[in-house]
């Protein structure tokens, strides 16, 4: 009897406190809209210079050059090299290989995929407003996590035959690689999987050229909201928790395709 009672009272805590939390995140949620666009928003002087690219040229010139530079380098290449020619400026003495220690999600730590930070690079590098550069970057994100990739198709292949594409859930490298990996059954270290990333950079690549040639048109727009996950979770966050944390997550062992 005695613990059918502590059992209604845990329930009851359970319910007041579940209903506590959706609360919050309510009113987390109001407020963090209410403020998007002017809590640290603001406009900056930039001497880097933008015109508008092709894609395809953008995406071919990452692909080549991810096998000697890796993702954040090579889509930074992707923009750089054709930049000094069309905008000259800053870009001609423009240090591609300054964001090389991205690669891996910084120096192979497998946290946010280099290519994202090679690109928000240019973003922050030539638009003028933090919301604006927020706005794709975020975008960015939301593309990267939801989109089946690579799509990309090279007219010249360097290292080997693709069809894997994977839905990585989230910008974090190694849960990325690692969906890739255990879809595909190849190894890190595989002709595979630089490929996988080669491909991936370009389409990183590609989509940002889009969005930067749209704001210099005047038409880029957001398609998601600023801070996302802050006002759903209450702090900086995913909602793909249980990828790297809870019981149900494998031992690093149990991935066998590292041992090839």
């Avoid at 359970?14 to 809209?33: D, P």
């Avoid at 706005?135 to 198709?153: H, I, K, R, V």
Wanted: glycine share 8%; hydrophobic share 40%; with cysteine.
């Amino acid at each position: 009897m005695q613990e059918k009672q502590e059992d209604d009272v845990s329930r009851r805590s359970f319910l007041s406190n579940t209903g506590k939390i959706l609360a919050g995140v309510a009113v987390a949620s109001s407020v963090f809209a209410s403020q998007e666009k002017n809590v640290s928003a603001y406009g900056y002087e930039t001497g880097f210079k933008y015109v508008k690219l092709d894609p395809e040229e953008v995406g071919r010139i990452t692909y080549e050059n991810y096998f000697k530079r890796w993702c954040a380098s090579s889509v930074m290449a992707g923009f750089v090299e054709p930049l000094r020619a069309k905008a000259g400026g800053l870009w001609k003495d423009f240090p591609i290989d300054a964001m090389r220690w991205a690669h891996g999600g910084m120096a192979g730590w497998g946290a946010l995929c280099g290519t994202l930070v090679g690109a928000g690079t240019v973003i922050g590098l030539v638009t003028n407003e933090t919301d604006v550069s927020e706005g794709m970057a975020n975008d960015l994100a939301f593309y990267y996590s939801n989109t089946e990739l690579p799509s990309y198709q090279p007219k010249k292949i360097i290292k080997t035959k693709l069809e894997q594409m994977t839905l990585a859930t989230t910008p974090v490298c190694h849960i990325s690689v690692g969906r890739w990996m255990r879809a595909s059954g190849k190894a890190f270290l595989s002709d595979e999987r630089a490929e996988r990333c080669a491909r991936l950079a370009a389409n990183i690549a590609m989509e940002t050229t889009h969005m930067l040639n749209n704001w210099k048109d005047g038409k880029f727009k957001a398609k998601h909201a600023l801070l996302f996950n802050v006002a759903a979770n209450g702090i900086t966050s995913q909602n793909n928790c249980a990828d790297c944390h809870g019981h149900s997550v494998p031992p690093a062992e149990t991935y066998t395709t590292l041992k090839e």
